[in-house]
């Protein structure tokens, strides 16, 4: 039997589906693997911990595994993508293969078909392919200038609101959350947090923004749509691209941000459908560590026929 894994290094988790040529045997979860958000060692601790628990509950010997693909953001930089190799490679026997993040979320949604795929999660990015076999992104470009919509970027408006209020001598309905979330007790402690290298983790502070949404007059709801504003602006730019005039197309959604918060989803559907009332947008957020674990089979298939 040969064994195959999938890994999807996001910036928030890492996840594994470890899987024979039909089935997910199974699945695991860890910290981040980022490797340029959390650094070399923590990437390693993180992957060895993913891989090791799916290994366990698959009852499978790491040396069993024949191919390995890992998706990650900022694989197009061959340093980081000959760095992760490197790590997985010291964690798993066979071939392993690095692919973008968008590359294996577009594969989870569509396989090898047409479609456009939207990431919200700790970054934003959106990627597609059209029938002719063309693709295009928009976004992705990193935090300090991109990743619309995201959970960072969520975070640092919910930042920036909190201190436009403190200026102006209010306090922000957010300021509570915000504060909590980055384990700060005042507004003073808050800027000299925020503008601390390395910067802090503005996508953590999610979670308190999407139960602050829950709550009138917060603002947190006015945040979140938009996210899905922005995300359907990144969609649309793909989509005039590939898909010209009124051509139909299918659109998926992946990451945290859209899986979590269906204020982000109701609003990235509706304003794409706005421009485009032929695109057919899934409703199931798509699991792009499954795309991981379906370019590790066909890699390991093409390469035996090959042989």
Request: aromatic share 4%.
């Amino acid at each position: 039997m040969a064994l195959f894994l999938g890994i999807d290094g996001g910036g928030s988790k890492t996840e594994c589906a470890l899987g024979d040529e039909t089935q997910v045997l199974a699945r695991a979860q860890a910290a981040a693997c980022k490797i340029q958000s959390v650094g070399r060692q923590e990437a390693r601790a993180a992957l060895h911990q993913a891989i090791g628990m799916a290994c366990v509950a698959a009852e499978v010997e790491r040396a069993s595994i024949q191919r390995t693909c890992i998706g990650l953001a900022g694989a197009a930089n061959p340093e980081i993508a000959c760095l992760a190799r490197e790590l997985v490679s010291g964690l798993v026997a066979g071939e392993v293969e690095v692919r973008g993040d968008m590359v294996v979320a577009l594969e989870a949604a569509f396989g090898g078909g047409p479609g456009l795929v939207v990431i919200a999660g700790t970054g934003s990015i959106a990627y597609g392919r059209n029938p002719t076999g063309q693709t295009a992104r928009a976004g992705g470009w990193g935090p300090a200038v991109s990743d619309e919509g995201s959970g960072s970027w969520i975070g640092r408006q919910a930042v920036a609101a909190v201190l436009r209020a403190y200026d102006s001598g209010e306090t922000s309905p957010l300021a509570e959350g915000v504060l909590q979330g980055l384990g700060v007790a005042t507004c003073d402690e808050l800027v000299r947090a925020v503008n601390a290298q390395p910067p802090p983790d503005f996508a953590a502070l999610l979670p308190n923004l999407l139960r602050a949404a829950q709550l009138p007059g917060t603002g947190a709801r006015e945040l979140l749509i938009q996210a899905g504003s922005e995300l359907s602006g990144l969609a649309k730019l793909v989509m005039r691209r590939l898909w010209p005039g009124s051509a139909a197309l299918r659109v998926a959604m992946a990451g945290g941000v859209f899986q979590n918060s269906a204020e982000v989803r109701r609003t990235f559907s509706g304003s794409l459908l706005a421009e485009r009332p032929q695109a057919e947008i899934l409703s199931a957020v798509v699991q792009p560590v499954l795309g991981a674990l379906a370019l590790a089979r066909q890699s390991y298939v093409g390469a035996s026929r090959e042989r």
